[in-house]
């Protein structure tokens, strides 16, 4: 499966943004689809995760601000962000799981990988 990010951007604090990954090559409805982040020199790092049923997954981080969605007509997944802070700056990857009708919050659990896209929260 091919996967392509895209919606990062520059926002002020506070703000909002919304990524989209969307898939080719293979429907992804009943795998999961997740999201993690890298910040410059840090490793990267779980942020989303939606599994086949709809169970969604958030980094403490994340929760309360962040909310991942799918949609299977498009295959394609969302990341809503809201209240975005300076810490949330990062490029922002898009993966899909290995295994249909798990769950995964860890990276091991994703085989495929979007290109990724830059976020950068001004203070």
């Known amino acids: 499966v091919q996967l392509q990010a895209s919606g990062g951007g520059l926002v002020q604090t506070g703000g909002s943004l919304k990524l989209s990954c969307a898939a080719s090559?293979?429907?992804?409805?009943?795998?999961?689809m997740g999201w993690f982040r890298q910040a410059p020199g840090k490793e990267r790092e779980f942020v989303s995760s939606i599994n086949w049923g709809g169970g969604t997954y958030y980094a403490d981080s994340v929760k309360g601000r962040f909310t991942i969605s799918r949609d299977n007509a498009k295959n394609t997944v969302y990341l809503q962000m809201n209240n975005l802070k300076p810490e949330d700056t990062a490029v922002y990857y898009c993966?899909?799981?290995?295994?249909?009708?798990?769950?995964?919050?860890?990276?091991?659990?994703?085989?495929?990988w979007g290109q990724g896209t830059q976020v950068t929260v001004s203070s």
């Open positions: 993966a899909a799981g290995v295994i249909p009708y798990r769950s995964g919050t860890n990276a091991s659990a994703f085989a495929s």
């Open positions: 090559g293979r429907t992804i409805s009943s795998y999961p």
